[in-house]
């Protein structure tokens, strides 16, 4: 609730990038859950998720396309679902996908992978210059792939090493 109220309070304003990294088994009203993620996801421009966590968020029995469809038309300009060693696929609100590989490397313990993927995704986003609401809406699909190859490439080195150790810059 109080990322829901900061959402509301800030999220026209500046872009906003939500990963709901699902625990079910922390949760005890999945539906109540879902409902109020559904509400902050339509204040979103950028919604990563696993794609376990789109099959949770929207049990249905629809293919990952049409749950990432359906995710769009509530309001996000783009949806990225991770999919550990197949990589990653971005969706922009005009339907146009980018999916990019993962980086491979040897992994040795997964904890940050996400986190630092989300990092160096916005961070190659605020070094293009498109980390704005405004932005976002328009993105360019060459500039969603570099950012998106950035996080990938951030991703594999925290996940090469042990603990939520992210590159610094010059690793990079």
């Given at each position: 609730?109080?990322?829901?109220?900061?959402?509301?309070?800030?999220g026209?304003?500046?872009?906003?990038?939500?990963?709901?990294?699902?625990?079910?088994?922390?949760?005890?009203?999945?539906?109540?859950?879902?409902?109020?993620?559904?509400?902050?996801?339509?204040?979103?421009?950028?919604?990563?998720?696993?794609?376990?966590?789109?099959?949770?968020?929207?049990p249905?029995?629809?293919?990952?396309?049409?749950?990432?469809?359906?995710?769009?038309?509530?309001g996000?300009?783009?949806?990225?679902?991770?999919?550990?060693?197949e990589?990653?696929i971005?969706?922009?609100?005009?339907?146009?996908?980018?999916?990019?590989?993962?980086?491979?490397?040897n992994?040795?313990?997964t904890?940050?992978?996400?986190?630092?993927?989300?990092?160096?995704?916005?961070?190659?986003?605020?070094?293009?210059?498109?980390?704005?609401?405004?932005?976002?809406?328009?993105?360019?699909?060459?500039?969603?792939?570099?950012?998106?190859?950035?996080?990938a490439?951030?991703?594999?080195?925290t996940v090469?090493?042990?603990?939520?150790?992210?590159?610094?810059?010059?690793?990079?």
């Open positions: 609730s109080a990322y829901a109220a900061l959402l509301e309070r800030q026209g304003s500046r872009a906003v990038m939500i990963d709901p990294n699902i625990r079910p088994l922390f949760i005890t009203d999945a539906e109540g859950y879902r409902r109020r993620m559904a509400a902050m996801i339509r204040q979103a421009d950028i919604v990563k998720v696993s794609d376990e966590d789109l099959n949770w968020l929207n249905a029995p629809l293919t990952q396309a049409e749950k990432i469809s359906a995710m769009l038309d509530t996000p300009s783009v949806v990225i679902v991770t999919q550990g060693a990589g990653a971005a969706t922009l609100a005009d339907g146009t996908s980018i999916a990019v590989p993962a980086v491979k490397t992994v040795v313990d904890i940050g992978a996400g986190d630092t993927f989300n990092a160096g995704f916005l961070a190659k986003l605020s070094e293009l210059g498109l980390l704005t609401p405004e932005a976002l809406g328009t993105l360019d699909p060459d500039a969603l792939r570099d950012a998106m190859t950035y996080g490439r951030v991703a594999a080195i090469s090493r042990v603990g939520a150790n992210p590159p610094w810059a010059n690793e990079l």
